[in-house]
């Protein structure tokens, strides 16, 4: 059974680096053409992509956030990490992990979410 | 970036009846193309990929359609449980979502 949790802060001030753990079950992220993303959902509005890590460790990034970004993997750990430098009060949102089993297509899996509130 | 544009925003549909939904991509993104739904404080669940190939334990009554820019979700006999908000999101081009289209009871 494919479970993903997320885990991190609630609340960070501007300004500040928010770091997000992604703790994945039931799969490897050794296994090949599998991927973890993270999606963000700010409330009441639609879902935005920020990025994705492959089996291979091949990364990609949202072309608008990319500077902000990076995502690394540690299979002995099963996790996934995101982290985001310089939070403004509109990176407010439910971040989102989640799986596919192909990489780079959609996602089958997705964690529970967690809100992250930016605000001083 | 490829945009994706879902209408209307808002059906109002009676239990038991058709719900057609509709998503345009700004360019073409051939058959890449997935459908989510998602309720009030939930993660979106995935409901169809590459157009129109169901995911595990969809029901029968989900079905995709189109080709290019222009896609179709159909629910064929809208049960209690299918009211909620659905998204579509195109992998051709990196990933977008569309900003998503809420279906409320008639």
New interface residues.
């Given amino acids: 059974q494919i479970t993903l949790k997320e885990s991190g802060p609630t609340l960070v001030k501007p300004t500040q680096t928010l770091t997000l753990t992604c703790t994945l079950s039931g799969f490897s992220l050794s296994t090949p053409r599998v991927g973890v993303a993270w999606i963000r959902q700010p409330p009441g509005k639609a879902l935005e992509w920020l990025s994705l890590i492959y089996w291979d460790d091949d990364k990609r990034y949202s072309p608008s956030l990319k500077s902000r970004l990076t995502i690394t993997k540690d299979t002995s750990k099963n996790q996934v990490v995101l982290t985001m430098t310089n939070m403004d009060p509109v990176d407010t949102a439910t971040y989102y992990c989640a799986h596919s089993p192909d990489g780079g297509s959609s996602w089958d899996h997705w964690g529970q979410g967690t809100l992250v509130t930016v605000s001083s | ?1 490829i945009v994706m544009t879902q209408s209307p925003a808002t059906l109002s549909v009676s239990p038991g009846e058709r719900a057609t939904l509709s998503c345009r991509a700004s360019q073409s993104v051939d058959i ?1 193309l ?1 459908w ?1 739904q998602q309720k009030f404080g939930q ?4 409901l169809i ?2 157009t129109s190939t169901r ?2 334990g969809i029901p029968a009554r989900f079905s995709g359609s189109g080709s290019g820019t222009e896609f179709t979700l159909t629910i064929s006999s809208l049960q209690s449980e299918d009211f909620a908000v659905y ?1 579509c ?1 195109q ?1 051709y081009n ?7 289209t809420k279906l409320e009871i008639k």
């Fill in positions: 970036e890449n997935a989510y993660a979106p669940r995935l990929s590459g995911a595990t998204y999101q992998y990196w990933y977008t979502f569309g900003q998503g």
